[in-house]
Structure formats: structure tokens, C-alpha cells
């Protein structure tokens, strides 16, 4: 158990809607990371936020937005959702330039 | 940006037989580490190594900054090695982990 928590574990949803993607990270680190891995293009960094502001973007789409909240969980919306965001998203956590930690990771599939 | 470069993309081998991967990266990293992702998609941290060498059972890497590679060795390899193997790296600054594109291991009973 790596100690950070996301949920749900899978998701289906249709094209069109919107999907809310949470992460708790372990405790006492306050940086969230949020990756997206689909089976074509890898691990892609989406967004980075530290002790609730974001630090770096990455390739993340206008579709896309993340925040942090004050308790540093951290969720990752997804909206007008297509096929081709069916994907694996993970969220990690470490503390500052050190070794990062990944959740379990969302299965998401748009049908 | 950085560019991270794993070989060989894959890799079958019997069970018992030992095996050495690489990662090559473009420029210089404060942070590096290894992951196995198992049949069923987690994530297992291997080994945070930005420079030296480590040692886990049957696992050692091996990191030499100044020529920007490393490597994972596994030794007696299971059924159970099999999956994927991630490098990814960082450098300070950039607040984010750039991933490998993986070598993919197969091993036979």
C-alpha cells in the first residue's frame, strides 16, 4: 500500500458527460501529481499542485481542470468526455524533490 | 524537455534467467526511479536511485548521473517479474516525474 488513496478504482461513463477523479495524498506530503496513461501514449504528466496551488501543467486538456483543497486532496475533472480519454489516471504524492509514491489509479472508460 | 529512452522494449525470458534493463536520459536529474507495473496496473516503486547503486533481493540498480543512464538488474527472474518496467526522472525545478517509454517483460514457467 503505497498510502495514497484514490477513488473510485473504475468508472464507465458515456461520451458527453463529466467525471469527478479524487486523490488523497499520504499523509504529511502536501505535492499532488495527476497522470494519465492511456494505452497509446504512456505515462503523461497532466498537472502538479503543492500545498493546494499548481506548480506545473503538463499536456492536460482545456477539457481538464484539477484543484487542491485546503485538506490537500485533490480531484481531477473531466468533462465533455470522448472515447479517447479512456485511460488509466494516477495520482502520486511525495514529499518536496523526492521519491514519488502512485495510488492505485482510476480505469476510466468512456463508452 | 527531458528525454527518457528505455531498452529493450521487450523481453521474454525462462524463469531462472537474469536480466539487464536500461534507461538513457537527455539531460541531468535530481530525482530518478524504477517501477513495475503488474498485470493489474498498479505502480510498485522499485527503486528511488538519482545516483549510485542499490540493492533489493534479487533487484539492484544502478544510476551514473554523469553519463545520464541507468540501470535495473534482476537476477533468478519469477513468473511473478512479469509486467512492465518504468524509469521515470525529474530535475529540480520542474516539479514533475518524465516516464520512460517502458520495457515490457514476459517471463516463462
Known amino acids: 500500500d503505497s498510502g495514497v488513496t484514490q477513488t473510485p478504482k473504475h468508472l464507465i461513463t458515456a461520451t458527453g458527460q463529466r467525471v469527478t477523479l479524487r486523490c488523497s495524498p499520504r499523509s504529511g506530503d502536501l505535492s499532488v501529481y495527476w497522470y494519465q496513461q492511456s494505452l497509446d501514449q504512456g505515462l503523461q504528466f497532466l498537472i502538479h499542485y503543492y500545498n493546494g496551488e499548481e506548480r506545473a501543467k503538463g499536456n492536460i486538456l482545456e477539457r481538464f481542470s484539477a484543484q487542491q483543497f485546503p485538506d490537500l486532496h485533490s480531484e481531477l475533472n473531466l468533462s465533455s468526455l470522448e472515447l479517447g480519454d479512456s485511460a488509466l489516471y494516477f495520482c502520486a504524492s511525495n514529499p518536496v524533490d523526492t521519491e514519488a509514491f502512485f495510488g492505485q489509479g482510476t480505469r476510466l472508460t468512456v463508452v | 524537455g527531458i528525454q527518457v529512452e528505455q531498452s529493450p522494449p521487450d523481453l521474454i525470458l525462462q524463469e531462472g534467467a537474469n536480466s539487464t534493463l536500461r534507461c538513457n536520459f537527455s539531460?541531468?536529474?535530481?530525482?530518478l526511479q524504477w517501477f513495475h507495473q503488474n498485470p493489474w496496473g498498479q505502480l510498485i516503486n522499485l527503486f528511488y536511485?538519482?545516483?549510485g547503486t542499490k540493492q533489493n533481493g534479487r533487484l539492484s540498480a544502478t544510476t551514473v548521473a554523469t553519463e545520464r543512464y541507468s540501470l535495473l538488474y534482476i537476477s533468478s527472474s519469477q513468473t511473478t517479474d512479469s509486467g512492465v518496467y518504468f524509469c521515470a526522472v525529474g530535475s529540480s525545478g520542474t516539479y514533475k516525474y518524465i516516464f520512460g517509454t517502458g520495457t515490457r517483460l514476459k517471463v516463462l514457467a
Open positions: 536511485i538519482p545516483s
Open positions: 539531460d541531468s536529474v535530481n530525482n
